[in-house]
Every structure is written in structure tokens, then in C-alpha cells.
């Protein structure tokens, strides 16, 4: 899973956009998304959906790198240099705050 942090931030430069006009556009205070570029605090899911919308990206590319791909009945974690084992062993390596994230947006997207 990429740093979502990073990748909110490289995108918002990519597309140059400043942090005032994302915010914006996101509805969020500058304040908020200066802590979610940072890694302080991460969006919650119906954010995460709005900034992948904001900047025309999947949610595999914003949370992912494009190493997954989402089915029409549930996501499912395909990367191509890892095997199941191995990217289930990553899951559990993340914080449990980063899992509940992980396994909410499942649970979102399945809806």
C-alpha cells in the first residue's frame, strides 16, 4: 500500500493545484488537509473517494499504486510481484489503525 499521504501531496503538485484550491475543492479546511499531506491524519472514506474523483485516479491508484484491481463483486488484492501469503503478511504489518482503513474501504466499495 502506497503512503497515502505522499501520494495525496504528489498529485496535488502533479496537477498543480495548491493546498487552498484543493481544500476547496474537497470542501475541507486547508488546516485538515495540511495534516492529511503530512501523514498526521488520514481521510476518511468518503474523502478518500473525493480526492481520487478530484484528480481522475482510481482508488487502486490512490491507495495502491495500481497494484490491485477491484471486481464487480469485491476488491481483490492482485500484485503481480507478491503472492497472497506475502500481501496478506504486508496487511498485517500496517498500524491497526491503517487495517481498519483498509478493511472499511472494503466493506464500502462492497456495498
Known sequence: MTQLHAKIKALRKDNNV???ELAERLNI???ALSKYE???RE???PLIIDIAKCFNVSLDELLFDGNTFISDSA???HDKSKSGREVSELFNRLDPKKQKLVIDLIEELSK
Open 29 to 31: 479546511s486547508y488546516a
Open 18 to 20: 495548491t493546498r487552498k
Open 75 to 77: 476488491l481483490v488484492i
Open 38 to 40: 503530512t501523514g498526521e
Open 43 to 45: 481521510p476518511d472514506i
